[in-house]
C-alpha cells in the first residue's frame, strides 16, 4: 500500500480516494437514519443487519483509501454489533449511542 503522501500526489489515487469519500458519506447518511430507527421503540433486525454490513464495508476499505481510523471505527462497531446479528437480540441504549458517536467520528475523519 502507497503511503498517504504518495496517495495525494497520484491523480488516479487522489480521484479513487474521493470517490471512496462520497460513497462513504452516503453510507454514513444512511447509518445514521438506521441508528435513529433502532433508537425507537421497536427496532427491526433487518435495520441491525444492514447497519453491520456498512460497518463491515467501511472498516474493509477505509485503510485502502488512506483513512485507517475509519477502519478501526467500522471494526469496533461491527464487532460490537455482529453478536446482536447473530442472536436476534435487539441493541440496548448505550450500543445505539456508541454506533452514533463512532459515526460522527467516521464523519469528521472524512471530512478532515
Known sequence: MTDGAAMINDPMLRDLRSRFRETAFVRLSEMTSLL?????DSPDVQSIERLARHF???AGMGATYGFPLVSSLG??????????VKSGQSPDAGAVKRWQ????EMRAELSA
Open 101 to 104: 458517536a463512532i459515526v460522527e
Open 75 to 84: 471494526d469496533e462497531g461491527e464487532g460490537m454489533i455482529l453478536p446482536l
Open 36 to 40: 435513529g430507527q433502532l433508537s425507537s
Open 56 to 58: 463491515h464495508g467501511l
